[in-house]
């Protein structure tokens, strides 16, 4: 009985680890023609923005900072929406995933992004979904309210 469960619990880790490799491959693959893959978009932002919020994505912007993400990312959605839709559009955002729209892999693959949404901040990445309050610490932004 143990060695069912062990075989069955092994089984469900090499299908764990098949499909993450799959994701993987997927990912840090360029497609041979952009036309047979069908577009997929993220879900839009629909949080507003506030003053701050502004200020700081204008910063971000000024300083080069980049946003990765992926479509399907529901932490990068979310980062995102902590923005608001007026602050996001002052963002430079990079699609990694080939089936994303406008997708620029090769940029992805080049800075080293693994995990989304990933940032890069004064040539310093940094995975994971921020606060507004380490983004702005990690760019070195004092807020002039």
């Known amino acids: 009985m143990k060695f069912r469960h062990t075989s069955s619990l092994l089984a469900s880790m090499s299908m764990a680890i098949a499909s993450f490799t799959s994701i993987s491959a997927l990912l840090l693959t360029t497609p041979s023609t952009g036309s047979a893959i069908a577009q997929q978009a993220a879900p839009k932002v629909t949080t507003k923005s506030g003053v701050r919020e502004i200020a700081l994505a204008k910063h971000l912007r000024k300083i ?82």
Do not use: M
Not at 64 to 70: M, N, S
Not at 103 to 117: D, E, H, N
Not at 119 to 135: A, C, D, F
């Open 64 to 145: 080069g900072a980049k946003l990765y993400t992926a479509y399907w990312c529901p932490y990068c959605h979310k980062q995102q929406q902590r923005f608001g839709v007026e602050a996001i559009r002052q963002i430079e955002v990079i699609e990694c995933d080939p089936r994303g729209v406008r997708p620029q892999v090769q940029a992805c693959r080049s800075k080293g992004i693994r995990y989304f949404p990933s940032w890069e901040i004064n040539g310093k990445i940094y995975p994971g979904n921020h606060t507004l309050e380490s983004l702005a610490n990690f760019s070195q932004y004092r807020d002039r309210q």
